[in-house]
Nanobody, 126 residues
Framework: QVQLVESGGGLVQAGGSLRLSCAASGRTFSIYDVGWFHQAPGKERELVAA????????HYTDSVKGRFTISRDDAKNTAYLQMNSLKPEDTAIYYC???????????????????WGQGTQVTVSS
């Protein structure tokens, strides 16, 4: 029902910043919860941050609290992940995901998210 396209990844030095964008197709983006996941080589996909429809609930994994900020602009059908103070361990492919039910269950579980972008690579060098 919704197509997601990530952008903004790249190569950055440790301590630097990146802002990822997730552009959604259609006119109903505002009804979806949005999540950002990352997946490092050889590791499982893991929730980084999530924001609910209406921005009433926000979740961050402990490792990024105070460094990353998730936001959304429903008028632009776009969600963002602002990443500051990047560390080499943040290196991963970052995926945008959408769901209408993620905040009614186990938000961190990838199975709760029905729509996925193709990912954007973030590489942090030291």
């Amino acid at each position: 029902q919704v197509q997601l396209v990530e952008s903004g990844g790249g190569l950055v030095q440790a301590g630097g910043s990146l802002r990822l964008s997730c552009a959604a197709s259609g006119r109903t983006f505002s009804i979806y919860d949005v999540g950002w996941f990352h997946q490092a080589p050889g590791k499982e996909r893991e929730l980084v941050a999530a924001i609910s429809s209406g921005r009433t609930s926000i979740h961050y994994t402990d490792s990024v609290k105070g460094r990353f900020t998730i936001s959304r602009d429903d008028a632009k059908n776009t969600a963002y992940l602002q990443m500051n103070s990047l560390k080499p361990e943040d290196t991963a492919i970052y995926y945008c995901a959408a769901s209408t039910t993620a905040f009614f269950g186990e938000t961190m579980n990838p199975r709760r998210w029905g729509y996925w972008g193709q990912g954007t690579q973030v590489t942090v060098s030291s």
